[in-house]
């Protein structure tokens, strides 16, 4: 198959790069060389443990990994894909998900990182925008319709003048009971390491989608591998460390913060839970005796209400890792007492700052602040609306730049514009304080975006959908404060004159290939929606009024509630 090259992208000014590279901070390694060498390096210790897409459980060393990877890798490149195309991977935390990463690394080819809870709006944005050689599926994990699903996107990619990629299902790559039945033999397969520039492209990752569905984010060998570097050293990884990895695997988070791949480039041991249950979580942190976890708040306030209950034996677990969403102050001294750990508090983006708090930080710092930067060279300005510098400890909008954040998306001059100054600073669209010290404060947003428990939800992709049922007339999604997911998502809704209010938005939303975690938590029917002096939705009224209103919450990941207000 013939594919596109990738893409042009915005980059580091030569002056940055020099002073990287001096620095030491960018190094020549690439991701093929770096599952070359680990795996060799590392090559009798145990790897990854986890189920397959079958459920059977498998436990790889790092030369099994080593020869699995090539084996993937000789799979793909039969199959057509040859190094630099890019291949959307869109897998649930089953053990084919590294195999799958670690092959495409090992051939040259780019991985676009998708979420097993994505569907058609969002696959069809990914493979259209990437021009995607293949789309990596578990066909029949998780209770999908993957058969119709897939059909569909093939489809409407198609209709957007895009070859529709091909199919892998990574479920066929074990077959059974017996390993040695795997299709990822202990055979030696002879693979050339890729030519590859360190400072080129090496993955996509995504964002979250602050404005539409989620832009791709072109991470380099370099910035990306330094990052993991760094936050491995920071949170203390060596070959003894078992991390469980309960949050969606291919979350920036999940992947190398420090992660999968942060575990990996050490010699670690990553556990893969197939859920992040309670039940699950505590069977596999006593079975494997994990050292650390990481977890987004709703979780870590789960894990800590049933070990109160249950009192499991959580001994190994040195360090949880919370981020994805602000910490309330008042859980995070719980979660140490209660599980028995230190808390490390970690806040980033897939775009690139990462800032964690640290071994010696005292508690009031650890417990109340999302950490400070991974790195000296990275560059952070608290700005107000005119983008002028606030005075220091005043809340402003984040903006920042250093080695490894982006200075432009995948394919996305729009979003360029928007979310970059002329100078390279990333517009972060958090809002925060920054102490004295460097630690960062968040405070909230200044998108329109929901953060529901972690997950970021574009409110334009909600309302878009809504706007095309024939019913309605206007549509505003906003998070309302939730002390379980951070923020839940209503949706306000006003009707077209003459027609009867729509019975099951949230139905209709699925049905238009919205990703379950964006379908709303409740529908609010207004008669007519608060608007600004100019005329538009005022979401801040919105958001005052529903807070205000609604004095209990719906249980968290209950269906939706639908209900109506005269406005």
């Known amino acids: ?330 859980i995070a001294p719980e979660v140490e007492e209660v599980l028995g750990v230190r808390l490390q508090q970690v806040f980033g983006m897939a775009e690139g700052l990462v800032n964690y708090t640290r071994d010696d930080d005292p508690p009031a710092i650890a417990h109340t602040t999302q950490g400070r930067p991974i790195s000296a060279e990275d560059e952070i300005r608290v700005v107000d609306a005119e983008d002028r510098d606030v005075p220091e400890g005043a809340e402003g909008a984040l903006l920042t730049r250093g080695p490894y954040t982006i200075r432009g998306y995948y394919r996305d001059p729009r979003a360029d514009r928007d979310a970059f100054t002329d100078d390279g600073f990333y517009r972060t669209g958090d809002l925060v304080r920054r102490l004295p010290s460097g630690h960062l404060v968040v405070t909230g947003r200044d998108k329109d975006q929901i953060n529901r428990g972690g997950e970021k939800v574009s409110v334009e992709e909600i309302e878009g959908l809504a706007l095309a049922h024939p019913d309605v007339l206007d549509a505003v999604a906003v998070g309302v404060p939730d002390a379980f997911l951070g923020e839940r998502i209503v949706l306000v809704v006003s009707t077209e004159p003459g027609r009867s209010q729509p019975s099951d938005l949230a139905g209709y939303l699925r049905a238009g290939g919205l990703a379950t975690f964006k379908v709303p938590d409740e529908v609010v029917h207004l008669d007519l929606l608060p608007a600004t002096h100019v005329g538009k939705n005022s979401r801040r009224e919105l958001r005052r009024l529903l807070s205000a209103e609604l004095s209990t919450a719906p249980p968290a990941f209950a269906a939706p509630t639908t209900h109506s207000r005269e406005g």
């Not at 995504?206 to 990052?227: E, F, M, N, Q, W």
Request: charged share 25%; hydrophobic share 45%.
């Open 1 to 330: 198959m013939t594919r596109s090259p990738v893409a042009e992208v915005r980059s580091w000014p030569e002056e940055a790069r020099r002073r990287y590279r001096a620095l030491g901070l960018w190094t020549p390694e690439t991701f093929a060389e770096l599952v070359e060498d680990r795996t060799a390096r590392f090559s009798p210790r145990l790897a990854v443990v986890g189920v397959d897409a079958h459920g059977v459980e498998r436990r790889w060393t790092y030369a099994d990994l080593g020869r699995r990877a090539r084996a993937v890798a000789d799979r793909f490149r039969r199959l057509g894909v040859e190094p630099g195309d890019r291949v959307v991977v869109a897998l649930p935390n089953v053990v084919e998900l590294v195999e799958c990463l670690l092959g495409l690394f090992r051939l040259g080819a780019l991985p676009v990182f998708a979420l097993p809870t994505h569907r058609e709006v969002e696959l069809v944005q990914f493979c259209t925008l990437a021009d995607a050689a293949a789309l990596a599926v578990a066909v029949g994990a998780d209770g999908v319709d993957h058969a119709t699903l897939l059909a569909r996107v093939a489809d409407r990619v198609a209709e957007r003048g895009v070859e529709p990629p091909l199919v892998v299902d990574v479920s066929e790559w074990h077959g059974g009971e017996d390993d040695a039945d795997s299709t990822t033999s202990h055979t030696e397969i002879e693979i050339p390491l890729p030519a590859t520039d360190p400072e080129g492209v090496a993955l996509l990752q995504l964002s979250g989608g602050t404005t539409g569905v989620a832009k791709l984010i072109p991470r380099t060998h370099s910035d990306y591998l330094y990052s993991v570097r760094a936050s491995a050293e920071i949170c203390g990884l060596h070959e003894e460390t078992v991390q469980l990895v309960a949050l969606p695997a291919a979350h920036n988070f999940a992947m190398s913060s420090p992660g999968i791949l942060g575990v990996l480039h050490t010699g670690g041991t990553v556990v893969l839970a197939r859920d992040p249950s309670p039940r699950t979580v505590f069977r596999l942190v006593e079975a494997e005796r994990v050292t650390l976890a990481a977890a987004v708040p709703p979780l870590a306030q789960a894990w800590v209400s049933a070990a109160r209950r249950r009192h499991p034996d959580l001994s190994s677990l040195e360090v949880l890792q919370v981020g994805g969403a602000r910490l309330a102050d008042t």
